[in-house]
């Protein structure tokens, strides 16, 4: 069973490619049903698998969610991390959480995407020659695969 409808994803979508349009960074959304191991460990196998520790200013952002185990992390690579306050991350998850707790994943996981984005605006602005280095689309994955 797929994790969203069409119409969720492309809301999904959507909200990475307004955020990504304001600044130089990339935000990817890797989704699973189920959490091999720990949320942090996984999203960082993500991060690495869709070529998010490439980007030319280190400035990916990564929401990963494990959609039946109820768990999900947030990666940023070292040039975003390097630069937003310590309890960036905890505060983005928490904005996360409080939707997911009421059961709307779309809506939290979109919170999620348009704060990452407000901080890589803020430090990563958008430059005339910006290119979009990554998809925007959603990675599944099936829980299986390391």
């Given at each position: 069973m797929q994790a969203f409808t069409e119409e969720q994803q492309e809301k999904i979508v959507h909200a990475i490619q307004l955020a990504e349009g304001r600044t130089s960074g990339e935000i990817r959304l890797a989704v699973e049903p189920h959490c091999k191991g720990e949320?942090?460990?996984?999203?960082?196998?993500?991060?690495?698998?869709?070529?998010?520790?490439?980007?030319?200013?280190?400035?990916?952002?990564l929401i990963?969610?494990?959609?039946?185990?109820?768990?999900?992390?947030?990666?940023?690579?070292?040039?975003?991390?390097?630069?937003?306050?310590?309890d960036f991350w905890e505060e983005t998850k928490e904005?996360?959480?409080?939707?997911?707790?009421?059961?709307?994943?779309?809506?939290?996981l979109i919170e999620g995407i348009v704060?990452?984005?407000?901080?890589?605006?803020?430090?990563?602005?958008?430059?005339?020659?910006?290119?979009n280095e990554?998809?925007?689309d959603i990675a599944f994955g099936d829980g299986k695969n390391d």
């Open positions: 949320p942090m460990d996984r999203a960082a196998v993500y991060f690495r698998r869709l070529g998010m520790d490439k980007t030319a200013q280190r400035n990916g952002v990963y969610i494990a959609t039946d185990d109820h768990q999900f992390a947030i990666v940023g690579d070292a040039g975003i991390h390097a630069k937003v306050s310590p904005l996360m959480l409080r939707h997911f707790k009421q059961g709307d994943l779309v809506q939290g704060h990452a984005g407000e901080q890589l605006q803020r430090f990563f602005p958008r430059q005339d020659d910006d290119v990554l998809p925007n």
